[in-house]
């Protein structure tokens, strides 16, 4: 199984600062049809998750343009240009390049 | 809009099982594979199942194999989860989700439900 790694575990934000969270993967998630098959979710409290971002930094319907998404092979980035009160909860990456996916432990956000 | 419902969560007793639906609305059903994905409480997610359009092709974690089965009823618009042998680890907050494909031809899994809760304890 492909191990996801989440750092930091948690991060505590004054709004309109950046936040930066890192997801590492123990193999690389670019598959053969040249797309590389890693996600970012939110899940707000009391939510269920919702997606942000596919295939490293394509931004998913609605989501603002504060977040985005970096990186290549086994090394990702989820960047917040400015934190506002809204984004805070729990974010994961994903990956779907093969069965099972797999989450990393989940980074939660919150705001000072 | 795209909806999706869960139900059929509850108290269970280990060695239990029970029967999880989702019903789906606003988007053709069919067209779409669907998954099943679960949360214990307070933790993290963990990916159970994977069913295709036409229910022909099926995965699940290796945590479940053997004990839980996808389905789907396409005239329903429904996915369903039965799950037999229930352990105390299979308590959570289990959701279905769907997997489309973005603008890109990128597949996705958006948007999830709302989550039904399975506890399993004597």
């Known amino acids: 199984d492909i191990v996801m790694t989440q750092t930091p575990l948690s991060l505590s934000v004054t709004p309109g600062q950046p936040a930066a969270i890192s997801c590492k993967t123990s193999?690389?998630?670019?598959?053969?049809?040249?797309?590389?098959?890693l996600y970012w979710y939110l899940q707000k409290p009391g939510q269920s998750p919702h997606l942000l971002i596919y295939?490293?930094?394509r931004r998913f319907s609605g989501v603002p343009d504060r977040f985005s998404g970096s990186g290549s092979g086994t090394d990702f980035t989820l960047k917040i240009s400015r934190v506002e009160a809204e984004d805070v909860g729990v974010y994961y990456c994903m990956q779907a390049i093969q069965f099972p996916w797999t989450f990393g432990q989940g980074t939660k956000v919150e705001i000072k | 809009q795209v909806q999706l419902v869960e139900s059929g969560g509850g108290l269970v007793k280990p060695g239990g099982s029970l029967r999880l639906s989702c019903a789906a609305s606003g988007f053709t059903f069919s067209d779409h594979y669907m998954s099943w994905i679960r949360q214990a409480p307070g933790k993290g997610l963990e990916w159970i199942s994977y069913i295709s359009s036409s229910g022909s092709d099926r995965y699940y974690a290796d945590s479940v194999k053997g004990r839980f089965t996808i389905s789907r009823d396409n005239a329903k618009n429904s996915l369903y989860l039965q799950m037999n042998s229930l352990r105390a680890e299979d308590t959570a907050v289990y959701y279905c989700a769907r997997r489309s494909v973005a603008a890109s031809g990128t597949p996705v899994v958006d948007p999830w439900g709302q989550g039904t809760l399975v506890t399993v304890s004597s």
């Open positions: 193999q690389s998630l670019l598959h053969g049809d040249g797309k590389t098959y």
């Open positions: 295939e490293i930094s």
